[in-house]
């Protein structure tokens, strides 16, 4: 069977599941693409970031938020 879904209703489903899950998710999906696929300077930063998150120095935080914040500190809302 052959499930067909548009990419707004994977998306949705994405940010429905935990975290964990959805950090679980990108890193089967970054570990796919081909190694010219991604700036070397940003793979070197997803690596920390992600040793970061593994090692428990830091914690997650759900992309709402995250894109809350990060609008608000580019003057984007108030």
Do not use: C
Not at 9 to 27: G, K
Not at 31 to 56: F, K, N, T
């Amino acid at each position: 069977m052959v499930l067909k879904m548009s990419f707004q209703e994977v998306l949705s489903t994405i940010n429905s599941w935990p975290t964990t899950e959805q950090i679980r998710l990108f890193d089967v999906w970054r570990q796919a693409l081909p190694p010219d696929a991604l700036h070397e300077d940003l793979l070197a930063e997803i690596e920390r970031r992600s040793d970061e998150y593994d090692q428990g120095k830091v914690t997650a935080i759900p992309w709402a938020e995250a894109r809350m914040l990060a609008r608000r500190e580019a003057g984007l809302d108030e």
